[in-house]
């Protein structure tokens, strides 16, 4: 069974920087296409990043400069460096894969940037 469990989420000022970790298992971690979603209050949910198997990584455009998406196939983690932080980056951030066209998503965790 696939289980995504995401940390690190928290509360910290405009400007700051938190990294969120994606723990999976029960898939073939170095094989799979990786992402994070994030969802604020009253909106839709939104890519923020990717980050392919062969570490090609897509962004956001309004998290570009701001975020790093990275991986490590060894502990079958994917990170997320959030640097800058603004409010408007305010949500529950999701780890979020897909495998043989079934996607599969983390419980999420909260990410709160104050002004």
């Known amino acids: 069974q696939v289980q995504l469990v995401e940390s690190g989420g928290g509360l910290v000022q405009a400007g700051g920087s938190l990294r969120l970790s994606c723990a999976a298992s029960?898939?073939?971690?170095?094989?799979?296409?990786m992402a994070w979603y994030r969802q604020a209050p009253g909106k839709q949910r939104e890519l923020v990043a990717s980050i392919s198997s062969l570490d090609r990584t897509n962004y956001a455009d309004s998290v570009k400069g701001r975020f790093t998406i990275s991986r490590d196939n060894a502990k079958n983690i994917v990170y997320l460096q959030m640097n800058s932080l603004k409010p408007e980056d305010t949500a529950v951030y999701y780890c979020?894969?897909?495998?043989?066209?079934?996607?599969?998503w983390g419980q999420g965790t909260q990410v709160t940037v104050s002004s």
């Open positions: 029960g898939t073939t971690f170095s094989s799979n296409f």
């Open positions: 979020n894969t897909v495998i043989r066209w079934v996607p599969y």
